[in-house]
Nanobody
Framework: QVQLVESGGGLVQAGGSLRLSCAASGRLFSINAMGWYRQGPGKQRELVARIISGGSVNYADSVKGRFTISRDNAKNTVSLQMNSLKPEDTAVYYC??????????????WGQGTQVTVSS
């Protein structure tokens, strides 16, 4: 079993910063990708940022230039530095890890989520 533990959420004012961290443990022999998703009230879950094995990254258009994703392969952690936060960034943020299976296909794992609230 893979376990993801998230930390760093909280309440900040608009324009402030937060740093989210996710530590993964368990069977992590072949990590294909790690990333962050979020789900605001009444909205669908959406990709925020993702980093693929090999170093490629992608971001949601709404966070480009403000958020930065990073990964520590040795520690199996992924972080999300969030700057210039806006009220519309308010959501539950979920850590995600994708493992490549030796029998073929990919397996998704999710953290419990951490609340980020940005006040006006």
């Amino acid at each position: 079993q893979v376990q993801l533990v998230e930390s760093g959420g909280g309440l900040v004012q608009a324009g402030g910063s937060l740093r989210l961290s996710c530590a993964a443990s368990g069977r992590l022999f072949s990590i294909n990708a790690m990333g962050w998703y979020r789900q605001g009230p009444g909205k669908q879950r959406e990709l925020v940022a993702r980093i693929i094995s090999g170093g490629s990254v992608n971001y949601a258009d709404s966070v480009k230039g403000r958020f930065t994703i990073s990964r520590d392969n040795a520690k199996n952690t992924v972080s999300l530095q969030m700057n210039s936060l806006k009220p519309e960034d308010t959501a539950v943020y979920y850590c995600n890890v994708v493992l490549s299976s030796w029998v073929g296909g990919l397996n998704d794992y999710w953290g419990q989520g951490t609340q980020v609230t940005v006040s006006s």
